[in-house]
């Protein structure tokens, strides 16, 4: 499966299913983009689709009608920065085509947003997105927020993400072997996010008025959030494994560890892990970085600690989510995300997926794709 932190890297691999051998997907995907809002016109909205495309590498965007577009110097205006934005139809809803690419849908309200074409450390040419939790990025007043994707020939994967941030609801609809929808807030979901953020002390800070919340691994790096937070969850986790062994079931095989030396150590050939610190669990990376036969125990750990499932629970992972985020000191940014959802699934942290609590959903045969922004209050 290709999940969200594949979707980040610009995955071109087909993921293997349980599935007799698709045909191949069409080379072009119809969108519809559908404005119930509520309270912002058409007029005020504005598109973007901008990512890499994987049979060259190089960095595209998107016309409304499929075109991808190799990113240049070339693009950046007198400002400065590149105008990639595909508007809103005048009325009703917007139709815009989705070519083989990994990348993201970017949506503005209110004003554009920026991007700028940089040459990367490879001497190529890259794009700078926004990001709207640093506050110098020219950006961050800006209303807007983004879906992911990899469109290739196995098929359509794609998630609504908050791993970073959250700002306009928005819901995916997929349609192909199957109609999927994922991601659709409850009723006054959005309004009820910021408040139930807020109402938490140390996650206040996350709440940039009424633009977005940031995630509290970006509260971190912007000095907004404690560093140190989540440490006395983990130091029990650590102290509790010294003497008890941690059992984690992956792709069908049980891996056993306990924490000797100061580090995780489990059997069957993969790595010992060492002490996360906070950052290291909000952004799962550093101690808990996914990679190679030990990834899934990577996920597993990660998503664990972010729910707070580890020290009540020695086999994971935990599939039950009323068993999640049940203590005082956890990631409430996920926790608050995931009740203000119809299906009580979001992605709130890179390792959202385990045990398939995230928004990702896939079609090995898409026919179609409604990306859907959703009302900002009331019924959603």
């Keep these: ?121 490879n001497g190529r040419p890259a794009l700078q997105h926004p990001a709207g939790w640093v506050s110098s990025d020219p950006s961050y007043n800006v209303l807007h927020d983004f879906m992911e994707f990899t469109f290739n020939s196995g098929g359509m994967f794609c998630n609504t993400t908050m791993v970073d941030m959250f700002s306009i609801p928005m819901e995916l609809k997929l349609d192909g072997r199957t109609s999927q929808v994922s991601g659709t807030l409850v009723p006054n979901g959005r309004d009820q996010i910021f408040a139930g953020v807020a109402a938490q002390p140390a996650f206040r800070n996350l709440v940039v ?97 972010n729910r707070t499932t580890l020290l009540s629970h020695p086999d994971q992972p935990v599939t039950d989510r009323s068993q999640y985020y049940r203590t005082s000191l956890t990631n409430h940014y996920a926790r608050v995300l995931h009740a203000n959802t119809r299906s009580g699934k979001a992605y709130g942290y890179p390792y959202d997926d385990v045990a398939d609590g995230s928004t990702y959903i896939e079609d090995t045969a898409p026919t179609a794709i409604r990306l859907r922004l959703t009302p900002f209050n009331d019924a959603a």
């Design 1 to 121: 499966m290709i999940t969200r932190r594949a979707l980040l890297a610009g995955a071109a691999a087909t993921p293997v299913l349980a599935l007799a051998k698709p045909a191949q997907a069409a080379t072009s995907l119809p969108m519809t983009v559908v404005n119930h809002t509520f309270r912002y016109a058409n007029s005020q909205i504005w598109l973007y689709v901008v990512g890499t495309d994987q049979a060259t590498g190089n960095q595209v965007f998107a016309r409304a009608d499929g075109t991808k577009v190799p990113v240049s110097l070339s693009h950046n205006g007198p400002d400065g920065f590149a105008d990639l934005s595909i508007p809103l139809a005048a009325g009703g809803d917007t139709r815009i085509t989705l070519p083989w690419m990994s990348g993201r849908v970017y949506v503005s309200i209110g004003q554009k947003i920026r991007f700028r074409v940089v040459i990367d450390g």
């Design 209 to 305: 008025g009424d633009l977005r919340v940031i995630a509290p691994g970006h509260g971190i790096d912007s000095g907004l959030f404690s560093g140190s937070y989540l440490d006395p969850y983990i130091n029990d986790v650590w102290n509790s494994y010294t003497g008890r062994n941690l059992r984690v079931v992956a792709n069908g095989v049980t891996y056993t560890g306990r924490v000797q030396g100061g580090q995780f150590v489990f059997d069957r050939g993969i790595r010992s892990f060492a002490r996360p610190s906070t950052r290291d669990v909000f952004y799962c990376n550093g101690a808990l970085h996914s990679e190679g036969i030990s990834g899934p125990i990577a996920a597993i750990l990660g998503a664990a600690f």
